[in-house]
Nanobody, 123 residues
Framework: QVQLVESGGGLVQAGDSLRLSCAAS????????MAWFRQAPGKEREFVAA????????SYTDSVKGRFTISRDNAKNTVYLQMNSLKPEDTAVYYC????????????????WGQGTQVTVSS
């Protein structure tokens, strides 16, 4: 079992940057594929980015490519989402998720979820 705790959200202006962190409990973090999803008000939760267990493979949704970077530090049991050039449409609650398996953009594939952290981007 893995417990995930996100941090780093906040209120920023368009064009600013934020780095989200997701700290995982347990000694087997390095075997989990990790991902970030987000849910904007009134919308369904959507995939943002995913990273393979050793960090060699990454995938992104088209709307964040070139602006967001997912990374992980297995020694610290932490996955990150560096968000640059933020836009108002990036406003959402951001969730960290993990599972044992291949990278996926399908939220149903992920067994473990954090509680979410709010990101608000003002124009």
């Amino acid at each position: 079992q893995v417990q995930l705790v996100e941090s780093g959200g906040g209120l920023v202006q368009a064009g600013d940057s934020l780095r989200l962190s997701c700290a995982a409990s347990g000694r087997t973090f390095s075997i989990y594929t990790m991902a970030w999803f987000r849910q904007a008000p009134g919308k369904e939760r959507e995939f943002v980015a995913a990273i393979s267990p050793r960090g060699g493979g990454k995938s992104y949704t088209d709307s964040v490519k070139g602006r967001f970077t997912i990374s992980r530090d297995n020694a610290k049991n932490t996955v990150y989402l560096q968000m640059n050039s933020l836009k108002p449409e990036d406003t959402a609650v951001y969730y960290c998720a993990g599972h044992i398996g291949a990278r996926s953009d399908y939220e149903g594939a992920y067994a473990y979820w954090g509680q979410g952290t709010q990101v608000t981007v003002s124009s």
